[in-house]
């Protein structure tokens, strides 16, 4: 199993930046990748980005340019690099791993990110 811990979000003016962190514990070297969701009032959770154990990444075009994932093995964590906020990016944001043989998914807590115009 996997334990996901969330932290970095926040409120932040249009325009400006906020780095997410997920710091994962458990079994961490079945994780097959890892990943950054985002849900809106209203709306279904969307995938943002995505890092896989061989460090290929992928991206919704929404955030293509601004925002990038990265990882530190060392510290069991990844990162989610958001710049040029929009107000639209406003959302609780869900660290995602996918774990094991059965590609079974762990969710962290989710931590709000607001961006004000």
């Known amino acids: 199993q996997v334990q996901l811990v969330e932290s970095g979000g926040g409120l932040v003016q249009a325009g400006g930046s906020l780095r997410l962190s997920c710091a994962a514990s458990?079994?961490?070297?079945?994780?097959?990748?890892m990943g950054w969701y985002r849900q809106a009032p209203g709306k279904q959770r969307e995938l943002v980005a995505a890092i896989t154990s061989g460090g290929s990444t992928n991206y919704a075009d929404s955030v293509k340019g601004r925002f990038t994932i990265s990882r530190d093995n060392a510290k069991n964590t990844v990162y989610l690099q958001m710049n040029s906020l929009k107000p639209e990016d406003t959302a609780v944001y869900y660290c995602n791993a996918i774990y094991g043989l059965a590609d079974l998914d762990y969710w962290g807590q989710g931590t709000q990110v607001t961006v004000s115009s």
């Open positions: 458990g079994s961490i070297f079945s994780i097959n990748a």
